[in-house]
């Protein structure tokens, strides 16, 4: 049996035509013989991304999202 669990988040509407909204979710991969398996953890999230933001602040704005669990 399958489990998949789903997530509605609703996005504010002076972001959504001028940023692009990426789904995220934390996954560790490890291959078992022949077979890769991948597993999810954590809870899944929506980071934001603005279309005036340099790679550099993306960058940023990635790494304290995944240290911290803040979403941005």
């Keep these: 049996m399958t489990m ?23 996954i560790e991969s490890t291959e078992v013989g022949d077979e890769l398996v991948v597993k999810v953890f954590g809870d899944p999230f929506l980071f934001v991304l603005h279309k005036v933001d340099t790679l550099l602040e993306i960058k940023g704005n990635e790494a304290r999202v995944m240290q911290f669990g803040l979403e941005h």
């Design 4 to 26: 998949v669990n789903l997530q509605a988040d609703e996005v504010p509407e002076e972001e959504s035509s001028t940023d692009i909204i990426v789904p995220v979710c934390r």
